[in-house]
């Protein structure tokens, strides 16, 4: 049973970078896509960008700017950089593996807050 | 990008009954069409992908359907631990986007 572990600072000031980590236990990176994705309090979820085995990415265009998503093979996990944050990037982030865009695994999510 | 808009935003109903809900494209998206589960706190749960196929583990109750644009997810008899909040959201293309939900609540 493939478990993911998110892990990452839950509060930030604005202008900062979002840093999130997400540890893969019980399975290899290879074959899969590895996502990320975001929900603001009381709201819907909002893809923010993939990455494949071989390291092909994808972002939402609304965040490519600020998002970078990268693999860490040799330590089977993936992680989350979002830059200049603001209050707007106030949500819970949760990470999730998937096949062909869909998401049959996720993370436990993390509740990133910005704030001055 | 491809909008997903789903409806009814919220609905009320009672153990046993069937219930329908509703996502449309804004174009065509072939069968890359994935149903999703969430409760209060927790993450979402996938429950369906490309329009039919039921995850693993996922009750026979659940089942999808439809083509190119509109899709419905049944909930044949609705029990207790039914009561969530489910998004549709496209493969077809990135961004993967997401309905808004629909809210399954108790009558």
């Not at chain 1, 096949?99 to 993370?107: F, M, Q, R």
């Not at chain 2, 409760?39 to 999808?64: C, D, E, M, Q, W």
């Not at chain 2, 489910?86 to 809210?103: E, I």
């Amino acid at each position: 049973q493939v478990q993911l572990q998110q892990w990452g600072a839950g509060l930030l000031k604005p202008s900062e970078t979002l840093s999130l980590t997400c540890v893969v236990y019980g399975g290899p990176l290879s074959g899969y896509y590895w996502s990320w994705i975001r929900q603001p309090p009381g709201k819907g979820l909002e893809w923010i960008g993939e990455i494949n085995h071989s390291g092909s990415t994808s972002y939402n265009p609304s965040l490519k700017s600020r998002v970078t998503v990268s693999v860490e093979t040799s330590k089977n996990q993936f992680s989350l950089k979002l830059s200049s944050v603001t209050a707007a990037d106030t949500a819970v982030y949760y990470c999730a593996r998937g096949l062909s865009g869909w998401n049959k695994d996720w993370g436990q999510g993390t509740l990133v807050t910005v704030s001055s | 990008d491809i909008q997903m808009t789903q409806s009814p935003s919220s609905l009320s109903a009672s153990v046993g009954d069937r219930v329908t809900m509703t996502c449309r494209a804004s174009q065509s998206i072939s069968s890359y069409l994935n149903w999703y589960q969430q409760k209060p706190g927790k993450a979402p749960k996938l429950l369906i992908f490309g329009i039919y196929t039921l995850h693993s583990g996922v009750p026979s109750r659940f089942s999808g359907s439809g083509s190119g644009t509109e899709f419905t997810l049944t909930i044949s008899s609705l029990q207790p631990e039914d009561f969530a909040t489910y998004y549709c959201q496209q493969s077809y293309s990135t961004p993967r986007t997401f309905g808004q939900g629909t809210k399954v609540e108790i009558k």
